[in-house]
């Protein structure tokens, strides 16, 4: 036949996708039908428009409940219906539109039935909103704080290729990691490696003293170089990235520093200074920058050129001096490992001094051939390692355990949700097994079931997200969380909870309804269940649910004792009843010190007042410094923290020397070339009494040594969880005293604070008393380990709360379809205590298989926690048997009301129960 005279066709993808959709005993007359008004409209509007009418129909037949169902489950029609087609299947539409499950009117009759179903069940869908909203409140707050961790400095524009440097150093002891930096290092990778976009360093430390106007602010000056901004993308408001720190007097101020120091003025051009005393410059602002978030390293309040620091003319070619953190952005296309392939001659270049001493230690090189190496960090990663943070860090551990403990919380709700729907199901069978007679298909009953359970998650979820809103400030009093409800309308977190909500309505709600959508309808109405093994899928989430509980319960007390251990281990100097006070920026501390003790001579309740540059603990103003020293003597590698401290230090702390003496106001030269190490730093040294020898580099031929005049024991300048070093004191009449200690008499501890409040203001009024006691700051050095204790402590009472809810909610369901047995029991002779035990032992015995399997796995996941820790405690056998014995004593009263109920129910009421 010529191709001019066929008649038009409908598009072929059109009928494969109707064959898709549509049932096979309906395709044929569908088809067929559809051809024939395709006909008609060739006729009627033409080829092309009848293609597109044609399309229009076939789309209208592919609504998501137009789905195929089984040829089975329909009525035949009657056999007088006679028809050349009578050998198949014909339906009116209206027999159609019966099976399509998710119409409107289909949907507002399930929603109508799962709340009449929910209303009959107030007790069953109390337990399960109640226990879906605790849940969903934990899992929101960890899952919040997780998630600021976890998206710490990933704000910047191309965030993957920005690094920050570090020293890796293999030696005998212990492999070390180190990111303070030598001043000539950033320089010398500029010139070594031009192909580097940026390269910056940054020197931050304490709070500076600013003035403008006359007014003083204490203020973060960030001293850095001009290619910050080159890679941090930090919004510049005002100024010009290329060529804001160009200039050694430039400076960059941030948007809150603008309105604090400017109010409504425009700072662009107008000076400030910064500093004290000798060390004062001035600035010209030349830019203003956004605040930096709360989830980013690098903080400030102002930048300038880190040229003008205080020792940078002395140490700008000392790689000795490692006083910063440096940051490149790598070229695109250099991955990390090649660029630290690279920097390997680098090392070897720069740092041959470094590897002849390790040598000489009999270090042996690592995996990768290294006894000594300058390494890069990835940006995203600077956050979670102590090291490299210098002990700032938050360890990724703690972040995926609080992610591990919401889940855990969660998924007890979820179990919580599972079994009560699945012992709930046994009440429901022959409600199933009439709606299938009645010719209910099993996918409308599981979305029918499914709904029900959707709304009750639906429910639990908004009163959790409330419940959050209302909780969030004591969450952050309490745990310090920073958090904002803002962060929860961030895209990626409503994602994740979105995604969390959906799995737990998938988990929770769908399975029962599958499981219970299976049902036999003629097995139903004879009274036996489709079910296979219930008991099996019960017993297996309530062991899951103990074990889950008994977890988190030995990792709250192990955490707890480790805690404790880390704030009852002597630091080696007496911390009750020391006051510490940070000086601040805005008074001389040398002169302030001097009027305190004037100013307390005379009064009895203080026993010693000194100062020093350093801290102990973490006081209110939240600042932590370290100086080190390193050099050769005698040939051996000798390094130290470096302490600044004034008279009567050792006096007020309780430290009594082991050799030699304490420096002493009669001797004039105390402050010149004299100092203090402790009993390591002799060590280290080789000389078993080091009084009277100098301290210094062997190669130092200028008469610059110091002179040993004393030894004391070891103490803490820093948290047990930092790498202890030997200390080596000294004074100064030249470098700034930043606090005072005050060392008061027992009695006197609850007035002498507000005495000293009263002194200060006197003494210095231009700086803030924000004075703590010593015992105080030494425990927030834990800080870290009591928030994880805190929380383990919250989820594992939660999470035993929520196990026994459950356990009691099905206890319940189980012993009332147990009513008639427990009747026959009786009648046959059985006493009330052998009921009882007959009633709890199968839940004891789950709670036994449940420590099983949880406490060995305690053992291991906190042995290894506690292996971070250079001093730390030995697990108890006891902690575990102790919750052991309490798991088994809260499953026993929790099931035990339920089954002395039953047991002194009356038979004859339990033999007349349907």
């Not at 072929?12 to 006909?39: I, K, M, N």
């Amino acid at each position: 036949m010529n191709k001019q005279n066929q008649s038009p066709l409908p598009p072929a993808w059109a009928d494969r996708l109707l064959t898709w959709f549509c049932p096979s005993y309906l395709l044929e007359e569908l088809v067929g039908d559809l051809h024939e008004q395709f006909d008609l409209h060739v006729e009627e509007v033409g080829e092309k428009k009848a293609r597109q009418l044609y399309i229009q129909e076939v789309i209208k037949f592919c609504r998501p409940y137009f789905l195929k169902r089984r040829v089975s489950t329909l009525t035949k029609p009657s056999a007088s219906v006679s028809s050349p087609t009578s050998h198949r299947y014909r339906y009116p539409q209206h027999e159609l539109r019966s099976t399509f499950f998710l119409s409107p009117d289909m949907l507002r009759n399930y929603i109508k039935i799962a709340l009449r179903n929910l209303w009959k069940s107030k007790g069953y869908a109390a337990i399960n909103v109640v226990g879906l909203s605790v849940a969903f409140v934990v899992c929101i707050f960890l899952f919040l704080r997780s998630y600021l961790h976890l998206t710490f400095d990933d704000f910047h524009q191309d965030d993957d290729r920005i690094f920050q440097t570090y020293f890796f150093s293999n030696d005998p002891e212990k492999a070390l990691r180190s990111g303070n930096m030598a001043l000539p290092l950033a320089p010398a990778l500029k010139a070594d490696y031009p192909e580097l976009e940026a390269v910056a360093r940054i020197l931050t430390g304490r709070k500076s003293l600013v003035e403008v106007k006359g007014k003083y602010f204490d203020k973060l000056v960030l001293q850095t170089d001009q290619d910050f901004l080159k890679i941090f993308s930090f919004p510049l408001i005002k100024g010009n990235r290329e060529v804001a720190l160009r200039n050694l007097s430039s400076a960059v101020i941030s948007e809150t520093m603008a309105k604090t120091a400017f109010g409504a003025e425009d700072p662009i051009g107008k000076t400030l200074l910064i500093g004290s005393d000798s060390n004062k410059k001035q600035y010209i602002i030349t830019g203003i920058i956004s605040d930096a978030p709360y989830n980013s390293t690098i903080q400030y309040d102002a930048l300038v050129r880190i040229e003008n620091s205080y020792a940078y003319q002395h140490d700008k070619d000392n790689w000795s001096a490692n006083s910063h953190t440096v940051f490149i952005k790598l070229p695109p296309h250099v991955d990390q490992a090649t660029f630290e392939n690279r920097l390997k001659p680098f090392a070897q270049k720069y740092f041959k001094g470094r590897l002849d001493d390790l040598k000489k230690k009999g270090a042996k090189p690592d995996q990768r051939g290294d006894l000594f190496a300058v390494r890069i960090q990835k940006l995203s990663d600077v956050h979670f390692d102590r090291d490299i943070a210098g002990g700032g860090g938050t360890p990724i551990a703690i972040v995926y355990t609080l992610m591990g403990i919401a889940f855990f919380i969660l998924l007890i709700a979820c179990i919580n949700f599972i079994n009560l729907s699945i012992a709930r199901s046994f009440t429901r069978a022959r409600e199933v097994g009439v709606r299938k007679a009645l010719g209910a298909l099993k996918n409308q009953l599981f979305v029918q079931i499914w709904g029900e359970s959707t709304l009750i998650c639906l429910v639990g979820f908004s009163v959790g997200v409330l419940l959050t809103y209302l909780l969030l400030p004591l969450f952050n009093a309490t745990f310090d969380g920073r958090l904002q409800f803002d962060q929860m309308l961030q895209p990626g977190f409503i994602g994740v909870m979105l995604g969390v909500f959906v799995v737990v309505t998938f988990v929770a709600g769908g399975y029962p309804a599958w499981q219970m959508a299976k049902f036999n309808a003629v097995e139903v109405l004879k009274g036996k269940l489709s079910i296979k093994r219930p008991g099996a899928i019960r017993n297996s989430l309530i062991v899951t649910q103990f074990v889950m509980s008994s977890l988190l319960a030995c990792c709250t007390i192990i955490a707890s004792q480790q805690l404790n251990f880390l704030r009852t281990r002597p630091v080696g100097f007496q911390k009750e009843q020391v006051i510490s006070i940070p000086v601040g920026n805005q008074v001389n501390g040398r002169q302030v010190l001097g009027r305190l003790r004037n100013a307390l001579a005379n009064d009895p309740s203080v026993l010693a007042i000194t100062g020093t540059s350093v801290n102990l603990g973490r006081g209110k103003d939240h600042v932590s410094s370290r100086s080190t020293v390193g050099y050769t003597y005698k040939g051996k590698n000798v390094s130290s923290d470096l302490l600044l401290i004034d008279f009567d230090y050792l006096k007020t702390l309780s430290i009594k020397p082991i050799a030699g003496r304490d420096f002493n106001r009669a001797y004039a030269t105390d402050s010149v070339k004299r100092v203090i190490i402790t009993a390591s730093m002799a060590k280290m040294m080789g000389e078993s009494n080091p009084v009277g020898m100098l301290l210094g580099d062997d190669a130092d031929s200028s008469n610059t040594k110091s002179q040993i005049i004393g030894v004391v024991p070891d103490f803490h300048l820093y948290s047990l969880a930092d790498e202890a070093k030997p200390i080596t004191l000294y004074l100064s009449h030249n470098e700034p005293i930043r606090y005072i200690f005050v060392r008061v008499t027992p009695q006197s501890l609850s007035g002498t604070m507000d005495k000293l409040k009263q002194v200060w203001k006197e003494v210095a009024p231009q700086s803030e008393f924000i004075g703590t006691f010593l015992d105080e700051n030494v425990d927030a050095w834990y800080q870290n380990e009591e928030q994880l204790s805190r929380i383990c402590s919250l989820a594992s009472s939660i999470a035993i709360l929520l196990s026994c809810l459950g356990l009691f909610a099905v206890a319940m369901m189980i012993i009332e379809q147990r009513t008639k047995e427990i009747g026959i029991r009786k009648v046959m002779g059985a006493s009330i205590a052998s009921i009882i035990v007959t009633l709890s032992q199968s839940f004891v015995k789950l709670v036994l298989i449940a420590l099983i399997i949880a406490l060995p796995l305690a053992w291991f996941l906190m042995k290894t926690w506690l292996d971070n820790y250079l001093e730390h405690i030995s697990i108890s056998i006891w902690v575990f048997a102790g919750v052991g014995l309490a798991a088994v004593l809260v499953a026993l009263a929790t099931v035990s009301f339920q089954t002395v109920k039953a047991a002194l129910v009356n038979p004859v009421k339990s033999l007349r129960s349907e």
